[in-house]
């Protein structure tokens, strides 16, 4: 519930959030990593990769992204004629703050020749420089279809590159960005874990460090993670990523013990804390005022399409 100072009463967020969206012919996709409110109230969740699909395939005449701003750019640079709101234009991501576009653009120019594949954890602006777009969900596929003659360059996860390296065999120049969530996660709290529920399996998001996804039972994507879960014949899991993703998990699989991944401090580091700035409440007020919304310009967009449609069409 939400009071509105103007008339003192109480406004029930979920029911004016509906009310909304068929008043505005808006489509709400909201990632995993939300709040669970949010997730709930969503037309689709999913990863990078599925929201990306539903934002190109949506009939909606606006779109409400309940994510972090490189998302909202996708979403817009899919759909230049729409309105795209973002409940709170502050949420980004340490993962596209470590890759300025200037610095990527030198990157580039030092090493002619090279594939540049970036991970969608970026800026329209690096999109915009970069030939293929990838997802943690198809980059593996992705980099197979690049002939072996061609030398890669991959940004800005270095450690989903290490991880991509590895499971593709193809050597690749890495950009050494890293994700803040993805890089608290303690092995030694984990151990002391497994030593607590030594049959729990311990699932992992590539974007974490080499150390943690070497000790992993499974590792993939939030999407690959979900079905994991779901589908796996185990009861007990200690999951290393966002923790947002529980709530899902918890939706498709009811019976089984899910045990977030502890940071190595005692603070809430598992969590993405641009990811969680959007709240029901920004979410009711950006749909109420059509603001935020998430502006780029006719050229980049045209440029940042292009690398966004290849990954498309090889996923």
């Known amino acids: ?69 490189f998302m909202a750019e996708t979403a817009k640079i899919l759909n230049p004629d729409k309105l795209v709101l ?13 890759c300025p576009a200037p610095l990527f653009k030198a990157f580039r120019e030092q090493h002619p020749g090279h594939t540049a594949i970036t991970y ?5 602006e690096v999109k915009a420089l970069s030939d293929i777009i990838c997802t943690s969900s198809n980059a593996e596929k992705i980099i197979r279809q690049i002939p072996e003659s061609r030398p890669i360059l991959f940004a800005p996860d270095k450690n989903l590159g290490k991880y991509l390296m590895k499971k593709t065999g193809r050597e690749m120049l890495l950009w050494e960005g890293t994700c803040i969530v ?15 529920h030594p049959d729990a399996k311990l699932i992992a998001h590539p974007e974490c460090e080499e150390m943690l996804l070497n000790r992993a ?3 993939g994507s939030t999407s690959k993670l979900l079905s994991f879960v779901k589908e796996d014949s ?12 529980l709530h ?16 190595e401090s005692n603070c809430n580091c598992n969590e993405c804390p641009y990811m969680k700035l959007n709240t029901m409440e920004k979410l009711y ?31």
């Open 1 to 69: 519930m939400l009071l509105n100072s103007d008339t003192d009463v109480q406004v029930n967020l979920e029911e004016e959030i509906l009310k909304l969206k068929k008043d505005l012919n808006a489509v709400i996709l909201a990632h995993y990593y939300q709040q669970s409110e949010i997730q709930d109230i969503a037309d689709h969740t999913g990863d990078s990769l599925e929201l990306a699909r539903r934002a190109k395939d949506t009939k909606a005449e606006v779109i409400v992204f309940a994510g972090v701003h």
């Open 86 to 98: 973002l409940p709170d234009l502050e949420a980004g991501c340490s993962l596209a703050d470590s």
């Open 120 to 124: 969608i954890n970026c800026t329209a």
């Open 182 to 196: 993805h890089e608290t996660f303690s092995e030694r709290k984990i151990l002391d874990l497994q030593t607590m």
């Open 217 to 219: 039972d499974f590792i």
């Open 234 to 245: 185990g009861n007990e899991y200690i999951v290393a990523t966002e923790s947002g993703i």
């Open 248 to 263: 899902q998990m918890k939706k498709i699989a009811p019976g089984k013990t899910l045990i977030a991944a502890p940071p």
């Open 285 to 315: 007020n950006c749909m109420r005022d059509r603001s935020p919304s998430v502006e780029l310009s006719t050229e980049l967009m045209n440029k940042a399409l292009l690398p966004i449609e290849k990954m498309l069409s090889m996923s």
